[in-house]
Structure formats: C-alpha cells, structure tokens
C-alpha cells in the first residue's frame, strides 16, 4: 500500500472537472488498497498568478497530518504541478489557457496598459510551466491528445495520453426517450448558444433539449430561447445532482455536446456508459478522440443547420440512437480506472 497525495489547484469556493476527476481517481486509488486523499491548493486571479506558483512551490506534502510519509504525489491542474516531491506524476488537465490557445480571446477585452502587463505575465508562466513540466516532474501523462498538442506547440514538452474513464456513478439505460439531453457549464467555449441555434433551425424539426447546468451565460441563453421561439422545446434544468444526471442520461435519446476545442471532457464518456450516442462538432477538441462519425455519435461542422439534422436525425430513430449509443457503450469499456492507477503509480 502507498501513500498518495492528489494535488489540484482552484479558486475559492469553485467546482471543476478536474475535481470531479480527482475524487474519482482518489476512490480509484482507495480501492486498489492505496491510502489517497486530496489537497486544493491555490489557483489566484489574474495579476495573482505569481504568488500562486510560489505557494504551490512552498506547499509541503511530503507529510500527512498523522506524521506518516507520502510516498507519491500526482498533480492535475496549474499551478498545482509547482509542489515539489521526488515521485510526482503529473495528469495534466490543463495549464492557464488564457495565456496559451486562448490568448487572442482573453486579451481582446484588455485595455492597451492591462495587454502590456499581461504579455509580460504570459511570457513567466509560459516558462514556469515549461520548466515545472519538462524538468520538476517524474513523468507527464495527459487527460487527451489535445492537451498534448497543446504542449507540444507551445511549451515543447511531450506527455503520453491517459484517457480518464467516466467517473464512478451507477449509469443505467433505461430508454431511448424523446429528447436531447445538454449537461455542462453555460459558457462561451461551450457553445451553449450554437445548441439553441440549431433547434431553431427548421431541419431539427421538432427536436426538443433539457439543458443541464449553471454559468454566466445562463440569463442570456433563457432569453435567447425566448427570442428565438423555441422556449417551449427547450428546459434549462439549472444545477442538477448526481442522481438527476444520471437519470436524465438513462432516459435521453442522445447527448449533444458541441464545446469549442474542449480539453476532454466528462460528457462523452458519461454519455457512452449510459449507452447513449453524442452529438459533436469538427473543433470541438477531446471529444474527437472517442466520437466516430456515424457508428457512436455524430462529428458536424459547428454550424447550425449542422448540428440541426444530427438533432433530427437521432430523434427520427429510437432504434438508430440506440445502435450506436450500444456501440459507445463498447467503445468505451476499455476505460478502466484500474488502468489508469497502474499508470499512474510509480512506487
């Protein structure tokens, strides 16, 4: 038996993907007969970015609170690969994208003073996490191959892909039932609006969606269902438990998850061990590593009338969804966390 530490970063009184993998891989890791447990360290606001890096640098988790000694620690998400320990594996969820692949976004919206200052803030994290990742850590795995290539582009660090499995629920399929089914957080990158787009569009035909999840873009897409005339064909669930989106995937007819260039996310997997296919786009990033056009989901450009015809397509065919959302269900038994700890344990 090993001691583990799971080392992820977040700010105060948030709730992320990479925390739901990291209780999913410390149960994982509990039931493989380790001792595991999870420390949050800090993850600061722009312009704090810094001391972030330098606390994560100064945490000590060589030690538990009971004096016993951690023999491993596997960090997840910046700035949490800044702890130090002799065995530290790395599963890295994402770096600060703000200052890599979504710069150009991010800094549109600054004054010419505050992009001048943050170029300059860019440029130290760029190169903090090229050390930390090329040099601090024992060995690097990733959560997909786009946050590879990530790295491969912009720091010229290489890591192999460890693709997580869904986390640990009682996924059921129950039936293939008579609507679209949209879990995430209501942001832009995860396109949200291209979804309420595309049931207006008259190829959906009479496609309806329960949209699960809260975000600052909630207010504005209840408005936009409105303006678009299709409120009647859309529910906007809000936060829904554990056991309510489990439900709502054994009960769906099909997945629609159409972010731009996600990390890898949870959706598709989940999606998959409920048996239920996944509606995707061309850009959409991780989701392309386990979607197959036309066997387990549907891969369409990001365009409305695009996702519109997978929409009526699978909702013109119980027996269609149900063939391919059987064939992700197969696609994805591969994934094991069983796997994914004797990857991830180095001692």
């Known amino acids: 038996m090993a001691v583990i530490t799971i080392v992820t970063s977040a700010p105060p009184l948030s709730e992320g993907g990479h925390l739901v993998l990291a209780r999913s891989l410390e149960q994982a890791l509990t039931e493989a007969g380790h001792r595991a447990g999870i420390v949050t360290t800090p993850s600061n606001r722009f312009g704090r970015q810094g001391p972030a890096y330098l606390a994560n640098w100064l945490t000590d988790v060589g030690v538990t609170g009971s004096g016993d000694k951690v023999d491993q620690i596997i960090s997840m998400r910046y700035p949490s690969y800044a702890v130090r320990h002799p065995a530290h594996v790395c599963w890295l969820v994402h770096t600060m994208r703000e200052y890599y692949d979504l710069w150009d976004r991010f800094s549109a919206g600054l004054s010419p003073q505050g992009r001048i ?11 903090a996490d090229s050390y930390l990742l090329r040099r601090h850590v024992t060995r690097l795995f990733t959560i997909s191959g786009a946050v590879r290539d990530r790295l491969r582009r912009w720091n010229h660090v290489d890591g192999e892909v460890l693709h997580p499995p869904a986390p640990q629920r009682d996924y059921r399929c129950d039936s293939y039932g008579d609507y679209l089914f ?8 995860k396109r949200m609006d291209l979804i309420l787009q595309a049931l207006a569009r008259p190829e959906a035909g009479h496609a309806r969606c329960v949209i699960a999840g809260e ?5 504005t897409l209840v408005r936009m269902a409105r303006d678009l005339g299709i409120a009647d064909r859309v529910t906007f669930a809000g936060r829904v438990s554990e056991s309510e989106l489990v439900d709502h995937l054994a009960r769906c007819r099909a997945v629609v998850f159409v972010p731009h260039d996600e990390d890898y996310g949870f959706v598709t997997v989940e999606a998959f ?8 786009c061309q850009d959409s990033g991780g989701p392309l590593e386990l979607v197959r056009d036309g066997q387990n989901g549907w891969i369409v450009p990001p365009v409305p009338a695009d996702v519109a015809r997978a929409m009526a397509e699978a909702m013109d065919s119980s027996g269609l969804a149900e063939r391919m959302g059987q064939q992700g269900l197969r696609d994805s038994a591969s994934l094991t966390w069983a796997h994914v700890v004797s990857k991830l344990v180095i001692v």
């Open 117 to 127: 200052k943050e170029r300059g803030r860019r440029t130290l994290v760029r190169a």
């Open 182 to 189: 949209a879990p995430s957080r209501l942001t832009p990158l």
């Open 273 to 280: 061990a409920a048996g239920k296919p996944v509606i995707t």
């Open 215 to 219: 975000g600052e873009q909630q207010e």
